[in-house]
């Protein structure tokens, strides 16, 4: 989850310039990055909800993660280019 808050949290800030505060505001620029991304920042977003869950409860394999870790490290590249070309 860490990572997919910060992608979102950054994107917000650089766009928007808006500072996100609560799960809320993560939920609604999680949709709106959705909107300007595509539908697949979806999967992202929850893949990094159920790693948060497997972290705490332990129930996720091997392959479970590094399945997860790619959408996730496709959300944050992408945030990272898209702020980078600016």
Known sequence: MG?????VKAYASW?????LRSHADLWEYKRKMMK????????????GQSMH??????WCTE??????????????????K???EG
């Open 63 to 80: 392959e479970d993660v590094e399945s997860t870790l790619k959408d996730i490290k496709r959300l944050v590249d992408e945030v990272a």
């Open 53 to 58: 869950v497997c972290f705490y409860e332990g």
């Open 3 to 7: 990572a997919t808050a910060l992608a």
């Open 82 to 84: 898209r702020i980078r």
């Open 36 to 47: 300007e991304f595509g539908e697949w920042v979806n999967s992202s977003w929850n893949g």
């Open 15 to 19: 766009k928007y310039d808006k500072v």
